[in-house]
């Protein structure tokens, strides 16, 4: 039965369901998934369903045969596990969204899992962090004008808030407040807060003008006249000829903004991404001597493991075994 036919035709007994009800209720339960992982399962589910068509496969409901060898075909054309567990999630999404039972938990599928794991690894590649002074040298090569004030403030605030790249993307100007500590950041949805409860950070003025993260927000304000844009983006794009655009950065934007200034000062790009500013914050904080309380309080993370590899990282040469025992 349709949900047409459920607002129309109600069973005996029942009460009638008004088809505005039940639109509702399918946009909240598409909202109970965050806008990017429902497309990271729909470019996913999409590749599995083309794979199965090429073979004469069934791709719903799919066998657990056809999931094992379909995930051995990734790996084998060089996937890596984390991206497998991502497309054995939107299979298993696809499956249950149409009241099948999902092949993802059958024994055999999660057999072909753990062996490409423990064949491949699941070690995940580690950026560089942007620290303290890389940041100084990436500052001392930004281009004068609108573009360099932007990306300055961008990277000084990324850094200093330890924001996600997709965190930097939402911020709106009123979600700004200067105030005598420094500067008060409203994030109103995270990766680790999808039903928004939203959280304020602070961002203390730094020792260095040339490098402060809240004067540097408040110039790029200035020149780009965005203080009455209460509900405008804060980082926006800027074009080759210096002029403000309305269409804010998206994520990818910032990852290339951080790639491209890292080259710049004559770091290495390619060891960088967006998420550079967030592990170098994290990274430099434990150098400091911040406590772990300290250090999540600022990240957002709710995890002290997740912390620890930041820790562990940082003091690699302290208190080291392999020093001063006379070699």
Same mark, same amino acid.
């Not at 909202?31 to 429902?38: E, G, K, M, N, Y």
């Given at each position: 039965?349709?949900?047409?036919?459920?607002?129309t035709?109600?069973?005996?007994?029942?009460?009638?369901?008004?088809? =505005?009800? *039940?639109?509702?209720?399918?946009?909240?339960?598409?909202?109970?998934?965050?806008?990017?992982?429902?497309?990271?399962?729909?470019?996913?589910?999409?590749?599995f369903?083309?794979?199965?068509?090429?073979r004469?496969l069934?791709?719903?409901?799919?066998?657990?045969?056809?999931?094992?060898?379909?995930?051995?075909?990734?790996?084998?054309?060089?996937?890596k #596990?984390?991206?497998?567990?991502?497309?054995?999630?939107?299979?298993?999404?696809?499956? =249950?969204?149409?009241?099948?039972?999902?092949?993802?938990?059958?024994?055999?599928?999660?057999? *072909?899992?753990?062996?490409?794991? %423990?064949?491949?690894?699941?070690?995940?590649?580690? @950026? /560089?962090?942007?620290?303290?002074?890389?940041?100084?040298?990436?500052?001392?090569a930004?281009?004068?004008?609108?573009?360099?004030?932007?990306?300055?403030?961008?990277?000084?605030?990324?850094?200093?808030?330890?924001?996600?790249?997709?965190e930097?993307?939402q911020?709106?100007?009123?979600?700004?407040?200067?105030?005598?500590?420094?500067?008060?950041v409203?994030?109103?949805?995270?990766?680790?807060?999808?039903?928004?409860r939203?959280?304020?950070?602070?961002?203390?003025?730094?020792?260095? #003008?040339?490098?402060?993260?809240?004067?540097?927000? =408040?110039?790029w304000?200035?020149?780009?006249?965005?203080?009455?844009?209460?509900?405008?983006?804060?980082?926006r794009?800027?074009?080759?000829?210096? %002029?403000?655009?309305?269409?804010?950065?998206?994520? %990818?934007?910032?990852?290339?903004?951080?790639?491209?200034?890292?080259?710049?000062?004559?770091?290495?790009?390619?060891?960088?991404?967006?998420?550079?500013?967030r592990?170098?914050? /994290?990274?430099?904080?434990?150098?400091?001597? =911040?406590?772990?309380?300290?250090?999540?309080?600022?990240?957002?993370?709710?995890?002290?493991?997740? @912390?620890?590899?930041?820790?562990?990282?940082?003091?690699?040469?302290?208190?080291?075994?392999?020093?001063?025992?006379g070699?």
């Amino acid at each position: 039965m349709t949900s047409q036919n459920l607002a129309t035709r109600p069973a005996a007994g029942a009460l009638a369901v008004p088809q =505005k009800l *039940v639109d509702s209720a399918r946009s909240y339960a598409k909202a109970s998934r965050a806008p990017r992982t429902l497309e990271s399962y729909r470019r996913a589910w999409q590749a599995f369903v083309a794979w199965c068509e090429g073979r004469g496969l069934a791709s719903l409901p799919a066998a657990p045969e056809a999931v094992a060898l379909y995930l051995t075909a990734r790996a084998d054309a060089g996937r890596k #596990p984390a991206t497998l567990a991502l497309d054995l999630a939107a299979i298993g999404a696809a499956h =249950k969204t149409a009241g099948c039972s999902s092949p993802a938990a059958a024994e055999s599928v999660r057999q *072909v899992l753990a062996g490409i794991r %423990r064949t491949l690894g699941v070690a995940q590649r580690q @950026v /560089a962090p942007l620290l303290p002074g890389d940041l100084r040298a990436v500052s001392a090569a930004l281009p004068v004008g609108l573009l360099g004030l932007r990306d300055r403030a961008l990277l000084l605030l990324g850094f200093a808030g330890a924001f996600r790249r997709s965190e930097l993307a939402q911020l709106e100007v009123r979600d700004l407040t200067f105030t005598a500590d420094g500067l008060e950041v409203v994030l109103r949805r995270s990766k680790t807060d999808q039903e928004g409860r939203g959280e304020t950070k602070g961002i203390p003025h730094g020792s260095d #003008p040339a490098t402060c993260p809240v004067r540097s927000v =408040k110039a790029w304000l200035e020149a780009a006249q965005l203080q009455d844009d209460q509900a405008g983006p804060v980082f926006r794009e800027v074009t080759r000829h210096g %002029r403000l655009g309305d269409v804010p950065l998206a994520g %990818r934007s910032i990852a290339r903004i951080v790639k491209r200034n890292a080259e710049a000062a004559g770091l290495d790009a390619a060891r960088y991404s967006g998420h550079s500013l967030r592990a170098g914050l /994290a990274t430099a904080a434990a150098k400091a001597g =911040k406590s772990t309380h300290a250090i999540m309080r600022q990240t957002g993370h709710k995890s002290a493991d997740m @912390v620890a590899r930041y820790v562990r990282d940082a003091k690699l040469f302290d208190d080291n075994a392999a020093a001063g025992i006379g070699l």
